[in-house]
T-cell receptor
Framework: DAKTTQPNSMESNEEEPVHLPCNHS???????IHWYRQLPSQGPEYVIH???SNVNNRMASLAIAEDRKSSTLILHRATLRDAAVYYC???????????FGQGTTLQVKP | GAVVSQHPSWVICKSGTSVKIECRSL??????MFWYRQFPKQSLMLMAT?????????EQGVEKDKFLINHASLTLSTLTVTSAHPEDSSFYIC????????????FGPGTRLLVL
């Protein structure tokens, strides 16, 4: 299973954009890039996913490098409710299989 | 978004007893469900992949006779922790996979198990 590397923690101010980086240099051509987040004592929540092109949804944007060896999750205006552990995961296409790494703990300051 | 429920949300049991955890997809059918375990301050660890109507596939190091998984219908998967011991105390989370072309999983709220 291809691995991802994320910073252990990041801080942001409320209402400012947040860029969460992820390195995945061993990604294969059929791996999807997924982002999930988890609040304490809750199950993870789907944020966004992509294969090659940048993706936008109501929660966030996903910017994927041209060589696909890195990606960035962008929260356009962080709120206190966005404080969570964010996981960047590579998932082989059509399997649904997610192998979680350690993730990035995002703190949002008022 | 799709909703996945788990029951119970928390359970306390004596050492040596068995505990069953249910995972239901409430508004969609899931041919594949996954079971995870999470210890305090750690990430989620995938335990097994559960496909409707077939035997579960367990990850390396997970005892299949210890953690029995049944996926009898497209909306229900169960995890039974047999002869539970204190080291089995953990947060158990299930997820349902929407399938090919949608590539998204929806997670349940988790079940906290405490074995005394």
């Amino acid at each position: 299973d291809a691995k991802t590397t994320q910073p252990n923690s990041m801080e942001s101010n409320e209402e400012e954009p947040v860029h969460l980086p992820c390195n995945h240099s061993t990604i294969s051509g059929t791996d999807y890039i997924h982002w999930y987040r988890q609040l304490p004592s809750q199950g993870p929540e789907y944020v966004i996913h992509g294969l090659t092109s940048n993706v936008n949804n109501r929660m966030a944007s996903l910017a994927i490098a041209e060589d696909r060896k890195s990606s960035t999750l962008i929260l356009h205006r962080a709120t206190l409710r966005d404080a969570a552990v964010y996981y960047c995961i590579l998932s082989p296409r059509y399997t649904g299989k997610l192998i979680f790494g350690q993730g990035t703990t995002l703190q949002v300051k008022p | 978004g799709a909703v996945v429920s788990q029951h119970p949300s928390w359970v306390i049991c004596k050492s040596g007893t068995s505990v069953k955890i249910e995972c239901r997809s409430l508004d969609f059918q899931a041919t594949t469900m996954f079971w995870y375990r999470q210890f305090p301050k750690q990430s989620l660890m995938l335990m097994a992949t559960s496909n409707e109507g077939s035997k579960a596939t367990y990850e390396q190091g997970v005892e299949k006779d210890k953690f029995l998984i049944n996926h009898a219908s497209l909306t229900l998967s169960t995890l039974t922790v047999t002869s539970a011991h204190p080291e089995d105390s953990s947060f158990y989370i299930c997820s349902a996979y929407l399938g090919v072309g949608r590539e998204t999983q929806y997670f349940g709220p988790g079940t906290r198990l405490l074995v005394l």
